[in-house]
């Protein structure tokens, strides 16, 4: 099932990245005593109670600031309201109900999305009782109090928001059209792609980065089989630095990859891989999804016959942990290899479905034990005794073992390449969780 996602918005200074801190159990954001300083969305995955969701902090919103920065913060926050489901619109008791509040209020009622009004710093509910009550001013229900430096009332905040995630899916679970993800950094051609697949225009296309506003699904069909293409939006350009520009693009890039069974991670060849563009490959990666790297404007390249392999091996080496990741070379603009991603997409979704029998894992196990003799450590040798799949959208594996200190990352990749040698599982990664058993359980 995908993470629900919960954006937490409102002016600058009220605590929005203290309370992601807490919640997230470690410091990810910068805090500091003065507004703006969450320049950039950052986000984790938070666990309450059987539910998980992916928590979005984002820069402080200044509704008529016309000052760079502040109007960048506000587009930023702008994208996470769009992509979220739920929205923790959080305030300040101490500095009270302000006009700038009730623009943000309406600002967010206009989403249409499910609000939860959390008044932040209220370390004492008896001392400001009164002053919380001053938030139902705003329209938008009961206000939850918290102190997020106190950590003081998640329990409550919580429940409500897991109150608003959409219930386990029927829909979703019926519908098995293969669900793409295009992402990648703004103007490298992402709708264009899906423009080129479907023959129409249905995305609106240009040459100024970001210009896409809204994601769009698109059903495509290929051979008779129906495929959702999902467009991650860049923004309307604001800004004329080109880094914050590209930062516009992950937030979208989490909702659409969440959604996706398949992430096609779009790269200029032009420009080659960049660190945004493994970054948005990083949260594929993390979230166990299919990938395809596909390295747009192949076209435009002046090639000679050893130009494929020489960028390439540079892929693989600047996107080295996920070796596994399919690559295809494309021009949107001309068409070129455009059909062989509805195939790459087949190989990848059956990578991600394979099921192995545990007999057969489990003689590949012996053979690379055999082959490679597991790690010891002050005269204690790690045994691997048994390994089974449990899952499948990624492939998960199970590896009994009588200390699992012993098993270092390096001996897991060992297996991992074996079974990848056996079973390909082309573009998808493997998880391997381990697990102790005592010898006398044999």
């Given at each position: ?5 919960v ?16 919640l ?15 320049r950039?969305?950052i986000y984790?995955d938070?666990?309450?109670l ?6 979005i902090?984002t820069g ?5 600031s016309k000052d760079?920065?502040l109007?960048?913060?506000r587009?930023q926050?702008?994208i996470?309201i ?10 300040d ?5 302000v006009d700038?509040?009730y623009?943000?209020a ?5 989403s249409?999305k ?6 932040n710093?209220?370390?004492s509910?008896?001392?400001?009782e ?7 001013n705003l329209?938008l229900?009961d206000p939850?109090?918290i102190?997020?430096s ?5 329990g ?8 608003y995630f959409?219930e ?5 679970e019926?519908d ?5 993800a295009?992402?990648g ?7 264009s ?17 970001g210009t896409t ?5 698109t059903?495509?069909v290929?051979?008779?089989r129906?495929?959702?293409?999902i467009?991650?939006?860049g923004?309307r350009r604001?800004?004329k630095i080109k ?5 516009f693009?992950?937030?979208r890039?989490?909702?659409a990859?969440e ?8 790269i200029?060849a032009l ?10 490959a ?15 404007k192949?076209d435009?390249?002046?090639?000679n016959?050893k ?18 990741a399919e ?14 991603l509805?195939?790459t ?9 394979l099921?192995?029998?545990t007999?057969?894992?489990?003689e590949i196990?012996?053979?690379?034990v055999?082959?490679?003799q597991?790690?010891?450590?002050k ?6 005794y048994?390994?089974t799949?449990v899952?499948v959208?990624?492939p ?8 699992k ?10 297996i991992?390449?074996k079974?990848?040698?056996a079973f390909?599982?082309s ?8 697990r ?6 044999q």
């Open positions: 099932m995908n993470k629900p996602i954006a937490i918005v409102g002016r600058p200074n009220v605590g929005k990245s203290t309370l992601f801190n807490a997230a159990g470690e410091r990810i954001s910068i805090v500091k005593d003065y507004p703006g300083v969450t950039d969305r984790a938070i666990a309450w059987d539910m998980q969701f992916t928590m902090d402080g919103i200044e509704p008529e760079m920065m109007t960048y913060m587009e926050a702008q996470a769009d992509t979220a489901d739920v929205i923790v619109f959080l305030t008791v101490r500095q009270g109900l700038a509040d623009k943000v309406e600002l967010l009622r206009r249409m499910p609000i939860v009004l959390t008044v710093k209220v370390d509910f008896q001392k400001f009164a002053d919380v009550y001053e938030f139902y329209g229900g939850f109090p102190s997020a106190s950590k003081l009332g998640f409550e905040l919580l429940d409500e928001i897991v109150k959409p386990t899916g029927h829909e979703e019926e098995d059209r293969p669900r793409v295009i992402v950094k703004p103007n490298v051609g992402k709708s792609i899906i423009n080129r697949l479907t023959g129409e225009s249905l995305v609106i296309v240009s040459d100024i980065a506003r809204d994601a769009v699904d059903t495509v290929s051979h008779g129906e495929y959702i293409f467009d991650t939006a923004l604001k800004s880094e914050d520009l590209e930062h693009s992950i937030v890039s989490i909702g990859i959604r996706a069974d398949v992430v096609v991670v779009v200029d420009e080659g891989v960049t660190e945004q563009d493994a970054k948005i990083g949260i594929a990666h993390e979230r166990g999804k299919g990938i395809i790297v596909a390295v747009n192949w435009a390249i002046e090639k016959d130009t494929m392999y020489r960028f390439r091996d540079k892929i693989r080496e600047i996107l080295s942990f996920i070796p596994y690559i295809l070379f494309i021009s949107a603009l001309s068409g070129q290899r455009l059909n062989k509805f195939d997409i087949d190989l990848v979704i059956q990578s991600q479905n099921r192995v029998a007999g057969v894992l489990n196990l012996a053979e690379a055999a082959l490679q597991p790690p010891s450590d005269g204690k040798r790690l045994k691997l048994y390994i799949q899952a959208k990624p998960t594996f199970v590896i009994f073992v009588n200390d200190d012993l098993m270092h990352f390096s001996y897991t990749r060992y991992e390449n079974i990848r040698e390909g599982f573009g998808t990664s493997i998880k391997f969780f381990i102790e058993r005592k010898e006398k359980e």
